[in-house]
């Protein structure tokens, strides 16, 4: 797919206004996606002039992973699923912060699983390469619907 022919990020991941955090997508293919996020000034996660605090990488990197399955339940006439964010694995943290409009690459590869607990390798960069700013396996757990995931865990009271 072309960069044109990716819809809008909002309309593939559950967030909206200010905690939809990524730009565009840049590539997406059947086990990997591409985004692009601009650090901005002034945005909830970044309220003065020091940056991006580089631990917000790790929504980066899991609304990446929303982007791949939405595009994917796309391809195959279906409705996005939901998923949970459970954790990471081996995650570091090449940089404190992320500069204030320097872009950024985020990047999911699709590691392990289908349905249930599924893996991903993730990455940020800056657009323009370099080394990973951060890295690491993040966890998800994909259910059919909204529904089926408020029923995940029973009664509370």
């Known amino acids: 797919m072309t960069r044109a022919g990716f819809p809008a990020i909002a309309e593939l991941v559950p967030h909206s206004g200010p905690m ?82 320097r872009e950024l690459r985020v990047t999911a590869r699709h590691h392990r699983g289908e349905r249930g607990l599924v893996a991903f390798d993730c990455e940020v960069r800056e657009l323009d390469g370099g080394s990973p700013l951060v890295h690491g396996r993040l966890n998800v757990y994909l259910v059919e619907t909204w529904e089926a995931l408020e029923g995940i865990g029973g009664d509370a009271g």
Not at 36 to 50: E, I, M, N, Q, Y
Not at 73 to 86: M, Q, T
């Open 20 to 101: 939809c955090l990524l730009d565009r997508v840049l590539e997406h293919g059947p086990d990997r996606t591409v985004c692009a996020v601009l650090p901005r000034r002034g945005t909830l996660l970044a309220p003065s002039d020091r940056g991006v605090p580089s631990w917000v990488g790790l929504e980066y990197m899991a609304q990446c992973i929303a982007v791949h399955g939405g595009l994917v339940a796309l391809e195959h006439g279906l409705p996005p699923r939901p998923g949970v964010f459970l954790g990471s694995r081996r995650v570091a943290f090449g940089v404190q912060r992320f500069e204030i409009d």
